[in-house]
C-alpha cells in the first residue's frame, strides 16, 4: 500500500505528478525497446549513480576518530552552520560551543568525544554551504556516519541529557540537507520528541525545580525546536505530529541573546530588540495554527471542508501578519538586524504551510470557479518560495555555467537535500502544472497569453535541476521530468500535433539522459586510474524494466520519500482518495 493511503492529504504531490502522466505514456512505448537509446542510457546512468553512490558510503559502523580538517576548513565550517541554520533552529549556545571549540586546537588537548561528535555534525551541515560543488560531501557523509554510531551505543541513560538532544537535533539537521537516509526523519524527531518528554522538556522550568536561566533557555530552545522539526518533517512526510497543544505547557525562549545568559539574573531584551533568537520566538507564535493546519492535512476522516479550509487560511494569514510585524520592528539600533537567511527561512515554513493548505483544492478535477481561489494563493506562494530560495546571479544569462550559487539559501536548496530541497521541486511542478491547466482550459481563437513569471520558472527548473546534478545529485528523474513536462508544455503552446509532440518528447529524453550520463561519468572517473569507470561494480547493471511509468519511482525524485510508481495508481486518481466533503468534479 502507498504511504500516501496510509498517511494523510499532506501528499497532494501525488496528484500534481498525475496530471503529466500524458507524457510518459506518449513514450513509453520507445522506452519499452530493449535496444533503444533512452533505455540504454537510463540504464547506465542508473549503474553509474550506484557506483557514485557506494563509494560515497562510509562503513558502519564508524566509530568517532579525533580526525579533523585543517584550522581554516573548519572555521569555515563552523562559520556557516553558525551563521545560518543556528538563526533560526536554536540548538547550541554559541559562546559555549566556541570556547570549547578553540579549545580542542590548544596543543595537548584532549578533546571531548561528546563534543567532537556535535562538532563533526556541525561541520556536516557547514559542508553544504562551503563551496558552490559540495567538494566535502564525502566528509559530511563520514562525520554524520560517525555521529549516528555514537548515539545509535547502547548506554541509553546517556541520551537524556541536554547534550545528548542537542546531538541528536543536529544529526536530523545534517541528515536532512546532507542527504542521509532523510526519509525517515519523521520517525528519528519522533523518538527525540518522546525523549525530551520524558526529560521534562514539555514543561516549563517555572514549574521545575529552580534552575540557572542559563539552564531553563537551553531546555525552552531545545523544546522549541523539536517542535519546529516535528511541523517540518510531519509535513514532508505526510504524517502526523502526534502532539497538540495541551501536551506542553513550555514558554516560548526568552529574547536573550547567548551573551547574556552566562551573566548573573539576566534580563530578557524588550520584544523590540532583536536578539539571537528573535526568528526563533516569532515563529513560536505561529505553531498553534500550524499544527491545526498539520492536523487538517492529516485527518483521514470524510468531514474535511472547504470551509474549514478558508477558516484555517484567515487563521493563517492573521498569524503570518503576526510574524511579519515582529520581525520588521525590530530597531537596527537595538541590537544586530535579523539576517536575511532567517528572515527567508522563517518566510519558507510559512509559506509551506499556507502552500499545502491550498493546494489540496487545486485539482483539474475540481469545480475550478469553485476554488478559484485556491488555484490563485497555490500558484503565488508558489512563486514566493521560488523566488525567495532560488537566487541565481544577477549577471546569470539563463545557462547552467553562468549561475553563480554565492547567496547561502540557494547554495542549500542546490547542493542539499531534504525540505528545502522538496520545496522548490513541488512549488516548480506546481507552476508547470498551471501552465499546462491554463492552456488545456484556452478555448479562444487566438493563443492564450500565458504570464511570463512562470515561463521564467520552468526556464529556470530545468537549469537548477541540472545544476543540482553537478553538484552531487545522483538520481536524473527530477530533470528528466523537468524537461519533459516543459517539452510537453512548449508543443501545446507551439499547437504541434500529437505525432510530433512524442517525436519531441523522446527526443528531449534522450538529450537529457546524454547529458546526465556525461555528468555521472565525469563524477566516476575523477580519481581513477585511466580507463577504470566502473569501479570493479559492473554486475550492478540493472535490468530494462518492464514498465517504463512504473520505473518512475518518485521517491528517487528528491522530493518525498513515498512510492509514486505511476503504473500501478489509478488514471488521474487524486492522491488522497475520497475528495473532502463538499469538493465537486
Given at each position: 500500500?502507498?504511504?500516501?493511503?496510509?498517511?494523510?492529504?499532506?501528499?497532494?504531490i501525488?496528484?500534481?505528478?498525475?496530471?503529466?502522466?500524458?507524457?510518459?505514456?506518449m513514450?513509453?512505448?520507445?522506452?519499452?525497446?530493449?535496444?533503444?537509446?533512452?533505455?540504454?542510457?537510463?540504464?547506465?546512468?542508473k549503474?553509474?549513480a550506484?557506483?557514485?553512490?557506494?563509494?560515497?558510503?562510509?562503513?558502519?559502523?564508524?566509530?568517532?576518530?579525533?580526525?579533523?580538517?585543517?584550522?581554516?576548513?573548519?572555521?569555515?565550517?563552523?562559520?556557516?552552520?553558525?551563521?545560518?541554520?543556528?538563526?533560526?533552529?536554536?540548538i547550541?549556545?554559541?559562546?559555549?560551543?566556541r570556547?570549547?571549540?578553540?579549545?580542542?586546537?590548544?596543543?595537548?588537548?584532549?578533546?571531548?568525544?561528546?563534543?567532537?561528535?556535535?562538532?563533526?555534525?556541525?561541520?556536516a551541515?557547514?559542508?553544504?554551504?562551503?563551496?558552490?560543488?559540495?567538494?566535502?560531501?564525502?566528509?559530511?557523509?563520514?562525520w554524520?556516519y560517525?555521529?549516528?554510531?555514537?548515539?545509535?551505543?547502547?548506554?541509553?541513560?546517556?541520551?537524556?541529557?541536554?547534550?545528548?538532544?542537542?546531538?541528536?537535533?543536529?544529526?536530523?539537521?545534517?541528515?536532512?540537507?546532507?542527504?542521509?537516509?532523510?526519509?525517515?526523519?519523521?520517525?528519528?524527531?519522533?523518538?527525540?520528541?518522546?525523549?525530551?518528554?520524558?526529560m521534562g522538556?514539555?514543561?516549563?522550568?517555572?514549574?521545575?525545580p529552580?534552575?540557572?536561566?542559563?539552564?531553563?533557555?537551553m531546555?525552552?530552545?531545545?523544546?522549541?525546536t523539536?517542535?519546529?522539526?516535528?511541523?517540518?518533517?510531519?509535513?514532508?512526510s505526510?504524517?502526523?505530529?502526534?502532539l497538540?497543544?495541551?501536551?506542553f505547557?513550555?514558554?516560548?525562549?526568552?529574547?536573550?541573546?547567548d551573551?547574556?545568559?552566562?551573566?548573573?539574573?539576566p534580563?530578557?531584551?524588550?520584544?523590540?530588540?532583536?536578539?539571537?533568537?528573535?526568528?526563533?520566538?516569532?515563529?513560536?507564535?505561529?505553531?498553534?495554527?500550524?499544527l491545526?493546519?498539520?492536523?487538517?492535512?492529516?485527518?483521514?476522516?470524510?468531514?474535511?471542508?472547504?470551509?474549514?479550509?478558508?477558516?484555517?487560511?484567515?487563521?493563517?494569514?492573521?498569524?503570518?501578519?503576526?510574524?511579519?510585524?515582529?520581525?520588521?520592528?525590530?530597531?537596527s539600533k537595538?541590537?544586530?538586524p535579523?539576517?536575511?537567511?532567517?528572515?527567508?527561512?522563517a518566510?519558507?515554513?510559512?509559506?509551506?504551510?499556507?502552500?499545502?493548505?491550498?493546494?489540496?483544492?487545486?485539482s483539474?478535477?475540481?469545480?475550478?470557479?469553485?476554488?478559484a481561489?485556491?488555484?490563485?494563493?497555490?500558484?503565488?506562494?508558489?512563486?514566493?518560495?521560488?523566488?525567495?530560495?532560488?537566487?541565481?546571479?544577477p549577471?546569470s544569462?539563463?545557462?547552467?555555467?553562468?549561475?553563480?550559487?554565492?547567496?547561502?539559501?540557494?547554495?542549500?536548496?542546490?547542493?542539499?537535500?531534504?525540505?528545502?530541497?522538496?520545496?522548490?521541486?513541488?512549488?516548480?511542478?506546481?507552476?508547470?502544472?498551471?501552465?499546462?491547466?491554463?492552456?488545456?482550459?484556452?478555448d479562444?481563437?487566438?493563443?492564450?497569453?500565458?504570464?511570463?513569471?512562470?515561463?521564467?520558472?520552468?526556464?529556470?527548473?530545468?537549469i537548477?535541476?541540472?545544476?543540482?546534478?553537478?553538484?552531487?545529485?545522483?538520481n536524473?528523474?527530477?530533470?528528466?521530468?523537468?524537461?519533459?513536462?516543459?517539452?510537453?508544455?512548449?508543443?501545446?503552446?507551439?499547437?504541434?500535433?500529437r505525432?510530433?509532440?512524442?517525436?519531441?518528447?523522446?527526443?528531449?529524453?534522450?538529450?537529457?539522459?546524454?547529458?546526465?550520463?556525461k555528468?555521472?561519468e565525469?563524477?566516476?572517473?575523477?580519481?581513477?586510474?585511466?580507463?577504470?569507470?566502473?569501479?570493479g561494480?559492473s554486475?550492478?547493471?540493472?535490468?530494462t524494466?518492464?514498465?517504463?511509468?512504473?520505473?518512475?519511482?518518485?521517491?528517487?525524485?528528491?522530493?518525498?520519500?513515498?512510492q509514486?510508481?505511476?503504473?500501478?495508481?489509478?488514471p488521474?486518481?487524486?492522491?488522497?482518495g475520497d475528495?473532502?466533503?463538499?469538493?465537486?468534479?
Amino acid at each position: 500500500m502507498h504511504k500516501s493511503r496510509l498517511f494523510g492529504r499532506s501528499h497532494w504531490i501525488n496528484g500534481v505528478v498525475m496530471w503529466f502522466r500524458d507524457v510518459f505514456e506518449m513514450i513509453e512505448p520507445h522506452a519499452l525497446k530493449e535496444d533503444s537509446k533512452a533505455t540504454s542510457t537510463m540504464r547506465k546512468c542508473k549503474v553509474l549513480a550506484r557506483i557514485i553512490k557506494a563509494r560515497r558510503s562510509p562503513s558502519w559502523p564508524a566509530p568517532p576518530t579525533p580526525d579533523l580538517p585543517p584550522r581554516n576548513v573548519a572555521d569555515k565550517l563552523v562559520d556557516g552552520y553558525l551563521s545560518t541554520m543556528e538563526t533560526v533552529l536554536r540548538i547550541l549556545h554559541i559562546p559555549s560551543f566556541r570556547r570549547d571549540y578553540e579549545a580542542l586546537w590548544t596543543p595537548g588537548t584532549k578533546p571531548d568525544p561528546a563534543f567532537l561528535v556535535q562538532l563533526k555534525l556541525v561541520m556536516a551541515i557547514g559542508a553544504v554551504l562551503y563551496d558552490n560543488t559540495f567538494s566535502l560531501r564525502p566528509s559530511a557523509m563520514q562525520w554524520i556516519y560517525e555521529g549516528h554510531t555514537w548515539i545509535s551505543g547502547p548506554e541509553f541513560k546517556r541520551k537524556l541529557t541536554v547534550q545528548s538532544l542537542q546531538t541528536q537535533l543536529l544529526l536530523v539537521l545534517a541528515r536532512d540537507l546532507v542527504g542521509v537516509d532523510e526519509g525517515s526523519l519523521w520517525i528519528s524527531i519522533g523518538s527525540i520528541l518522546r525523549a525530551a518528554m520524558y526529560m521534562g522538556l514539555h514543561r516549563d522550568p517555572a514549574c521545575l525545580p529552580k534552575r540557572t536561566v542559563f539552564a531553563a533557555e537551553m531546555r525552552r530552545r531545545l523544546w522549541n525546536t523539536i517542535l519546529e522539526l516535528a511541523l517540518l518533517h510531519g509535513m514532508s512526510s505526510g504524517g502526523p505530529i502526534l502532539l497538540s497543544l495541551e501536551d506542553f505547557d513550555t514558554a516560548p525562549p526568552g529574547n536573550y541573546d547567548d551573551d547574556q545568559l552566562t551573566g548573573e539574573n539576566p534580563s530578557p531584551m524588550p520584544g523590540n530588540y532583536f536578539t539571537q533568537s528573535s526568528v526563533a520566538i516569532a515563529l513560536r507564535e505561529t505553531i498553534p495554527i500550524r499544527l491545526k493546519i498539520l492536523r487538517f492535512l492529516n485527518d483521514l476522516s470524510s468531514h474535511v471542508t472547504y470551509e474549514e479550509a478558508l477558516r484555517l487560511d484567515a487563521q493563517m494569514r492573521s498569524s503570518y501578519k503576526i510574524l511579519r510585524a515582529s520581525l520588521q520592528k525590530q530597531d537596527s539600533k537595538k541590537g544586530v538586524p535579523p539576517p536575511q537567511f532567517a528572515i527567508r527561512i522563517a518566510d519558507l515554513f510559512m509559506n509551506r504551510f499556507l502552500l499545502s493548505l491550498h493546494v489540496l483544492f487545486f485539482s483539474p478535477l475540481l469545480n475550478s470557479m469553485t476554488y478559484a481561489f485556491s488555484r490563485k494563493v497555490a500558484i503565488e506562494t508558489s512563486l514566493k518560495i521560488w523566488h525567495s530560495l532560488v537566487q541565481p546571479s544577477p549577471t546569470s544569462d539563463g545557462t547552467s555555467d553562468s549561475w553563480d550559487l554565492g547567496d547561502d539559501l540557494t547554495r542549500l536548496v542546490t547542493s542539499g537535500s531534504g525540505f528545502f530541497r522538496i520545496s522548490v521541486n513541488l512549488v516548480s511542478m506546481l507552476i508547470m502544472a498551471e501552465l499546462k491547466l491554463q492552456l488545456q482550459e484556452d478555448d479562444g481563437l487566438t493563443p492564450v497569453p500565458l504570464r511570463q513569471d512562470l515561463l521564467s520558472v520552468m526556464d529556470a527548473a530545468k537549469i537548477w535541476t541540472i545544476k543540482a546534478i553537478e553538484r552531487g545529485e545522483t538520481n536524473i528523474k527530477g530533470y528528466i521530468f523537468t524537461i519533459l513536462v516543459s517539452t510537453q508544455i512548449e508543443c501545446l503552446i507551439d499547437g504541434v500535433e500529437r505525432e510530433e509532440m512524442v517525436l519531441r518528447l523522446v527526443s528531449t529524453a534522450e538529450a537529457g539522459e546524454e547529458r546526465c550520463l556525461k555528468i555521472l561519468e565525469e563524477q566516476v572517473a575523477e580519481g581513477q586510474p585511466e580507463g577504470i569507470v566502473d569501479d570493479g561494480m559492473s554486475h550492478m547493471a540493472l535490468s530494462t524494466p518492464a514498465d517504463f511509468m512504473g520505473d518512475w519511482d518518485f521517491s528517487d525524485f528528491s522530493m518525498l520519500d513515498t512510492q509514486f510508481s505511476l503504473g500501478s495508481m489509478e488514471p488521474l486518481a487524486w492522491a488522497f482518495g475520497d475528495a473532502p466533503q463538499g469538493m465537486s468534479s
